[in-house]
């Protein structure tokens, strides 16, 4: 069965909450994990709870620790699975995608590689600061792209916008 690698983001916990205290991680880069297994305990200003995999699947990176407060929606882990129901999270690396056009016949891997020009794809709360800073985020293409699935983030606009200052 074919794998491939998602970024798997800081929950949403609602309107109100935006951002969640990671208070501990108790898995490691290279853990293999099953689905509903406790990954990391998090706190918002409510409440506190367990935070748990999604899928069956591999760690590759862990982006926080103890203590760290991060937003809904910031990458919490980097995983490796074969669940199709978290294609939508699926992100491309190099590494990930050189292993995968290797196994694909030379035609399959041909027409993938256009792929890689697509337009950015924006969250709308980063399309919101940019219309904020009045800016056409249509028109921005020389932004990085860090959220989700190689999204723009709220985060990758506030730096950009700093950079311009």
Known sequence: ???????????????TVSELTIINI???????????????????????FDFESPADGKILEVHGNKGDVKSSGQTLFRMETADQSLQHLAIATAQHDAAAAASQ???????AAPAAGKALVWTPRAIKMAQEAGLDHATITDIEATGPG???????????????K
């Open 1 to 15: 069965m074919s794998t491939f690698i998602i970024d798997v983001p800081m929950p949403s916990m609602g309107a």
């Open 105 to 111: 016949a030379p035609q399959a891997a041909a027409s």
């Open 150 to 164: 190689g999204r723009v983030s709220g985060d990758d606009v506030t730096k950009y916008l700093a950079s311009r």
């Open 26 to 48: 108790v898995v490691a880069a290279g853990a293999t994990v099953t689905k509903g297994q406790k990954l990391a305990e998090l706190e918002s200003d409510k409440s506190a």
